[in-house]
């Protein structure tokens, strides 16, 4: 791979080189030798050699040199949606303090048109406030959920009943990590989605799974003393399923999913969020008249043990110990259920779940190896890949593996078994 002239999606395959560091790689260009990368921030003496450990990188001297005398296309007198600061945004068109704040709270932005995702823009004041605007290309951004950082490090869903975090917008060179996440929900049939930051990256998957549908909640969040306003929103795609046209017999199951996410705060903050989660999920069964299934499903940011003393003993965790949901071994992700609405005089559930590991499937390195080495500097390199791999997954997809649940109903007279739907 030749430095000077990789391409961002190019870069993100060495490894240990996720969206920030092919950015700050492109930003150091022009490089005269291999060597010069140590140059780059974020790049020490230990990544460095396990991006050129097997001599996947070189330096062509044409194309150095053509790029040392080449000149910047970037045009200076817009301004840029990404580096502007809230003063500068305010010499756009129809741009006023609040709006300001809010195309900054937006960042980072791909193209000009991801305003129209902003609160308070519409057709007419975009049309006004592009002209002045400009995105610059060719770069990939940096996640703009600093949170992300805090947890990649230390925990974090996606779903059938599961997690995917659409926080990070992906640009038009990086269309193949989109179209991972639509194979991923493609086999499904109901996805809930949570961290949702980015509609137009819902528009986007919807063209890709032709016909899904999703739903989409307004932007909720709250703002912790000390902490950056977090605002999110909460999704479901599904695809309209197929209707018996003759009676199978069978009972009909309704399921009522609550899509949750709780905030990584203090433990004793999430206990109580999950309480009031709790009281809603008691306060919606009641009043169902035991006709849906109350169903708890998302991001806990709490393991199987810690939740269970505030969702209540009825409630089952459908994944376990020693089971993790993400890259970095953590069980934060779950789907509670109560035990007895699958347990009827006439009718029985099987229920069957899992974790899909997406690291694993498209960052094999993640999931490291238990061979050991006599020497400890053998297995610095290898340990090191794994890491990085699992840093490129939370960056690129997500640092979250969706979690699953598949039902089967059967009747007990018969032993006829029928499958009912699968998530």
Request: glycine residues 6%; neutral net charge; charged residues 25%.
């Amino acid at each position: 791979m030749e430095l000077n002239s990789a391409t961002p999606r190019e870069l993100q395959r060495l490894p240990g080189v996720g969206c920030v560091i092919a950015r700050l790689i492109i930003e150091a260009r022009p490089f005269v030798s291999v060597e010069d990368l140590l140059r780059v921030k974020g790049i020490g003496p230990v990544k460095f050699a396990a991006i050129t450990e097997l001599n996947q990188v070189y330096v062509d001297e044409k194309s150095s040199k053509s790029t040392l005398t080449s000149k910047p296309t970037v045009n200076s007198s817009k301004i840029d949606l990404n580096a502007a600061s809230k003063r500068q945004l305010l010499q756009l068109k129809g741009v006023g303090p609040v709006l300001a704040q809010r195309i900054v709270e937006a960042r980072p932005f791909h193209r000009k048109e991801d305003l129209l995702a902003v609160q308070g823009i519409g057709t007419k004041s975009y049309v006004k406030i592009q002209v002045g605007a400009h995105v610059k290309t060719g770069l990939n951004s940096i996640d703009k959920d600093e949170n992300r950082n805090e947890n990649i490090g230390s925990n974090e869903e996606q779903t059938s009943e599961q997690n995917f975090h659409i926080c990070r917008e992906i640009e038009s060179d990086e269309t193949f990590l989109l179209q991972r996440i639509a194979d991923v929900l493609e086999e499904f049939d109901l996805v809930a989605l949570q961290e949702v930051r980015d509609l137009i990256v819902l528009k986007r998957l919807k063209t890709m799974l032709p016909g899904w549908n999703y739903v989409v909640s307004e932007p909720v969040g709250r703002k912790s003393p000390g902490t950056k306003k977090r605002a999110e929103r909460y999704a479901f795609f599904y695809r309209p399923t197929f209707r018996a046209t003759e009676g199978s017999g069978l009972s009909d199951l309704e399921l009522l999913l609550m899509n949750v996410h709780v905030s990584f705060a203090e433990k004793e903050s999430r206990h109580a969020e999950i309480e009031e989660i709790n009281r809603l999920a008691k306060e919606v069964s009641e009043t169902t008249l035991n006709k849906r299934k109350v169903v708890v499903l998302g991001d806990f940011n709490l393991s199987p043990q810690d939740v269970l003393g505030s969702l209540g003993s009825r409630k089952m965790a459908l994944i376990r110990s020693p089971l993790s949901t993400t890259v970095f071994g953590k069980l934060y992700d779950n789907i509670w259920l109560d035990r007895s609405d699958f347990s009827d005089e006439g009718n029985n559930y099987l229920v069957n779940s899992g974790v899909l590991r997406v690291d694993w499937r498209y960052y094999p390195l993640s999931k490291g190896s238990r061979l050991s080495a006599q020497n400890p500097m053998d297995a610095m390199l290898p340990r090191l890949q794994t890491y990085m791999s699992r840093v490129q997954c939370g960056y690129e997809l997500s640092d979250h593996c969706p979690v699953w649940v598949a039902l089967q109903q059967y009747e007990n007279r018969t032993s006829r078994m029928e499958p009912l739907t699968q998530r």
